[in-house]
């Protein structure tokens, strides 16, 4: 399974991305050095990244007014229509069951922004808060902390997630705090390797030497430069999470029907693939959008944001 | 300095109003504007400049080695009578290593740290003249030893890492002459050197010239180093030639005010302890933003209201000796109009 | 050489932890082991508290766990309290089957994310490079189980060229085996094979730039020979360091996509003996999981220190 690690620098780190992704400011003239990305338009953020946040908050909106928006009952079981495709009646099809898609389709919805949410949440508070501490202090506790953050990323977290969901049982409130809790030393490294490339700059060490504090320096020149990256970092993962919440139904430790998720739906599509690929398909894409906005947005961000490519 | 083109052309590089610019979000820059410049076979001439002059651009665009994007090379730029402005890659690889070859400022990042320093001879060797494994090896053994390296044999085997600072810049200078070049633009290969170093490597450049007959051009920054070991030199700035002419000439009766400026620069032993060190004041111009006329105006004691109007452009004096200024060093019209801006106390330059 | 002597000793304190852990771990899964082996009608009081007598299970838990670790070391790691299996017989049996889809995953992400990634970055900035780009930026967003579910969808069930699930021996039928394996490697491949035509391709533009590159140029040298020859060796860093780390994940990163395609993998076994409380084939996978992870981490360490000669011969790595 793969590791809560998100895949940081790797996932957008080459320049020229999809397109109205900006390459980075002014580069010196009078160099051979080739230009890799299409030249930038300026500071400004192109069609796809509006779109993107538009996906975004367009997933949450579902999220949050499931209850009330006019659809039809995601739990109710129709034998009639039964894998149907998309009609009048479902907009999006209906599934093994007969329950109507588009309706199961946003209240999934609520599942994966809570999961995402709270998981991430957890894990950047608690390890974005251990992690510059432990960066910026250094010494004994920093050994400690970092060698327990090694055994925990050594440990194999299925075993874990699957231990203790066994023994406590499943539900949204469980795997949310679990994964958060299992998220931790992911974000305590990013913190920390933030902290530590901050801690070395100039203005830093100009503070120390102006006689700041260290509880000054931390909060007033550390804590705004690592708190950026670090949120950009968790953006993407929070596609991470939605789609451990996907793995985690396939192996059946999801939360427990009838409560729709997306990983639930695409799970179990996979008997119905021969008569019924919609079933599949339109999970997967909701699933597929959200996690490529959430990368996209998060990329963008984050090479806007990073120290370094801000040029300081 | 030239010959007329009837004749089979002595000219080696003979390069004509070239022209180098890059577009950038800032903006289109000019780094090479318009330079023309030749070459003998036998003969070094040595390009000065500050860093931002465009030496440097200039030598990779005449050799066709500018591969930005954004980058547009124009002008001629002809070698041995051949044009090397617009020519395709494939065509350009035929003349690399083989007719031309470069030898790079800082041999620890130009020398390919992965690879065994005579693995790198001879893939030029195995790849431009066909030669056979041991026929290669031998080769470049003995190129190794023309250049100066102790124990070649055991050398040969060594990565970059190994080597010391001055024997990299030789086994560069080796690689470079692998395939016997009838052209050799040193970009300021000494600039990471010990200064105990450099004359050694120097020594070496000038001996490897005469000894095979090329061409050399020699860019530079420091002065020095273009004293005794050029013919010719063409002073740069701004991406233009402001002076060029015999060595001898341009050192002794200068004509620019930025050659001027940097002569001046230069301490010496004979001048009484806490002699103040000079500078040209000012920095090199941003080349985005280029302001009409002559670019050097900002930061030259002699501007006039000329100066910052009209572009002056080469003119000879007569003795193959070209300057691009109108009020030059040492004539009448330079005098006065050092002598007005002391008046109005315009002068940026420190007194002697 | 004190540094791979710390490491080594580093290997041993993780694995001590991450194998007592994980039997604390799951010595509070609920359930009883007794009754499990027994079977719900043999399980009497005086025969359950008689195997747990036999099995120890009322010792306090460390000293359980020493004794565990002292078999394990022999290689002995107990017997599975479902089936009564040894386990390490039956992780013997699961492994070829994961080793095999992961590393011809391996294989095929490899095989064309260098291509890829290395002609990507020479034409940087076409549309050919921005196409691969914004592919490769998409495929990240498709998790495998997804991509599993649609490579099914696809080759087994429209065009049904490959097997949807069921698993072939190696031994039995090499094309048979080949085939059902392929569509597993495949989905495990397509992530990978993203991430390192990306990585691959950032390091190499930077590669690119420099002055070893033009000089090569300058040498009149072609184009493939400059890529492959000069260009690749120094951009391959990153992605060796990722792909090191995933050749550690190979024995328990396919639980998924085993899951899916019904293989008889390692990942399998585990999420099976979970759900079925078999508490020392859980113990027994684990720590083989967790020991591959390590070791292997531990080796990827030293093939580094052999691609950059810098570091062999003990310089530090400069210009970098």
């Not at chain 2, 083989?98 to 790079?104: D, G, N, P, R, T």
Request: proline share 6%.
């Amino acid at each position: 399974m793969a590791a809560l690690q998100p895949l940081d620098d790797v996932v957008g780190d080459a320049t020229g991305t999809a397109e109205g992704a900006p390459a980075d400011g002014a580069t010196a003239a009078g160099t051979t050095a080739a230009r890799t990305g299409r030249r930038p338009r300026g500071r400004r953020l192109g069609v796809a990244f509006w779109l993107a946040v538009a996906w975004l908050v367009l997933v949450l909106l579902a999220a949050l007014t499931a209850e009330w928006l006019p659809l039809a009952d995601p739990y109710l079981p129709d034998v009639s229509a039964k894998l149907e495709g998309p009609s009048a009646e479902h907009p999006l099809g209906a599934d093994g069951l007969g329950r109507d898609q588009l309706s199961r389709l946003v209240h999934g919805a609520r599942v994966s922004v809570t999961v995402s949410l709270s998981a991430v949440g957890i894990g950047m508070l608690v390890g974005g808060v251990l992690g510059t501490a432990v960066g910026y202090l250094r010494g004994l506790f920093e050994t400690v902390v970092m060698a327990v953050v090694d055994v925990m990323l050594a440990f194999p977290s299925l075993v874990l997630l699957l231990a203790v969901l066994a023994y406590v049982g499943r539900s949204l409130t469980v795997i949310s705090l679990l994964i958060g809790v299992l998220s931790i030393p992911v974000y305590t490294r990013v913190a920390r390797a933030n902290t530590l490339a901050v801690a070395q700059r100039e203005f830093v060490l100009a503070a120390h030497t102006l006689g700041a504090t260290r509880r000054r320096i931390l909060f007033r020149e550390i804590v705004p430069n690592v708190v950026l990256p670090v949120l950009a970092f968790g953006l993407v993962a929070m596609g991470v999470v939605i789609v451990l919440e996907g793995s985690l139904a396939v192996l059946g430790l999801s939360v427990p029907p009838p409560e729709p998720t997306w990983g639930d739906m695409i799970a179990t599509s996979k008997t119905h693939l021969d008569d019924a690929p919609h079933a599949a398909l339109i999970p997967s894409a909701a699933m597929f959008l959200t996690v490529l906005s959430l990368n996209f947005v998060g990329d963008t961000l984050r090479r806007r944001l990073d120290v370094k490519d801000a040029g300081l | 300095m030239t010959t007329t083109e009837t004749e089979p052309a002595p000219t080696l590089l003979r390069v004509r109003d070239l022209r180098t610019t890059f577009d950038t979000p800032r903006g289109t820059v000019v780094a090479v504007d318009g330079v023309s410049l030749d070459v003998d076979r036998g003969e070094t001439v040595g390009i000065v400049g500050e860093s931002g002059s465009g030496k440097t651009v200039l030598s990779r665009s005449a050799l066709g080695l500018v591969t930005a994007r954004h980058a547009t090379v124009t002008g001629s730029v002809r070698l041995e009578g051949e044009e090397l402005v617009g020519r395709s890659p494939r065509e350009m690889r035929r003349i690399w290593g083989v007719k031309a070859a470069m030898v790079f400022q800082d041999p620890m990042t130009a020398l390919n740290a992965t690879m065994r320093v005579g693995d790198q001879i001879t893939e030029s060797l195995r790849h431009h003249l066909d030669m056979g494994r041991r026929e290669a090896r031998a080769t470049a053994v003995a190129l190794l030893r023309s250049v100066g390296i102790p124990e070649p044999e055991r050398r040969v085997r060594a990565y970059p890492h190994q080597l010391s600072g001055g024997m990299r810049q030789r086994v560069t200078i080796a690689i470079a002459l692998a395939c016997g070049p009838r052209l050799l633009v040193a970009d300021e290969p000494t600039t990471a050197l010990d200064v105990t170093i450099q004359k050694q490597i120097l020594d070496l450049l000038d001996h490897q010239r005469r000894e095979r007959a090329m061409g050399m051009v020699l860019i530079t920054h420091d002065l020095g180093v273009v004293a005794g070991r050029t013919d010719r030199v063409a002073v740069m700035y701004a991406g233009r030639i402001v002076e060029h002419g015999p060595t001898r000439a341009l050192f002794h009766e200068r004509r620019h005010h930025y050659t001027d400026g940097l002569l001046r620069c230069i301490p010496r032993l004979s001048n009484p302890g806490h002699t103040r060190l000079q500078a040209v004041p000012g920095r090199p111009p941003d080349l985005v933003d280029l302001p009409p006329g002559c670019p050097f105006a900002p930061r030259c004691p002699a501007a006039q209201d000329r100066c910052r109007e009209e572009t002056p452009t080469l003119t000879d004096a007569g003795d193959g000796h070209q300057h691009a200024c109108f009020f030059p060093v040492g004539t009448p019209e330079g005098e006065e109009a050092l002598a007005r801006n002391r008046r109005r106390d315009r002068t940026a330059e420190v007194a002697v | 050489m004190p540094l791979v002597l710390r490491r080594a000793v580093a290997l041993v304190v993780t694995l001590l932890v991450v194998s007592f852990l994980t039997f604390g771990l799951t010595s509070l899964l609920p359930g009883d082991p007794a009754v499990q082996i027994l079977g719900a009608e043999a399980a009497t009081e005086e025969n359950v508290a008689a195997v747990r007598e036999e099995l120890r299970l009322d010792d306090p838990l460390l000293a359980r766990y020493v004794h565990w670790l002292g078999d394990a070391v022999t290689g002995d790691l107990g017997r599975s309290y479902r089936t009564n299996q040894p386990v390490a017989e039956a992780i013997a049996e699961r492994l070829p089957v994961t080793l095999e889809i992961g590393l011809l995953a391996l294989a095929i992400a490899l095989a064309v994310a260098v291509p890829l990634g290395t002609f990507s970055a020479f034409r940087a900035g076409g549309l050919a490079d921005r196409v691969i780009t914004s592919t490769t930026f998409g495929v990240l967003a498709v998790p495998s189980f997804m991509m599993a579910i649609l490579l099914i969808l696809v080759f087994a069930e429209t065009l049904r060229w490959l097997p949807a699930t069921g698993w072939t021996r190696l031994t039995d039928d090499p094309v048979e085996n080949l085939r059902g394996a392929l569509l597993p490697a495949l989905s495990l491949a397509m992530g990978e094979l993203a991430v390192y035509t990306r990585l691959l391709r950032s390091d190499m533009i930077t590669t690119l730039q420099q002055d070893s590159i033009t000089m090569a140029r300058a040498k009149g040298l072609p184009t493939w020979r400059i890529l492959f020859r000069h260009a690749l060796r120094p951009s391959s860093f990153s992605l060796m360091t990722v792909v090191g780390v995933q050749i550690g994940t190979i024995v328990g990163g396919a639980v998924i996509v085993e899951t899916l395609f019904a293989v008889p993998g390692v990942g399998r076994l585990l999420v099976d003996s979970i759900s079925q409380r078999d508490l020392m084939m859980v113990q027994g996978v684990a720590l083989v999981i967790a020991a591959s992870v390590v070791v292997v981490n531990f080796a990827v360490d030293l093939l580094y220190s052999l691609l950059d000669p810098r570091i062999r011969h003990g310089r530090a790595a400069t210009a970098r």
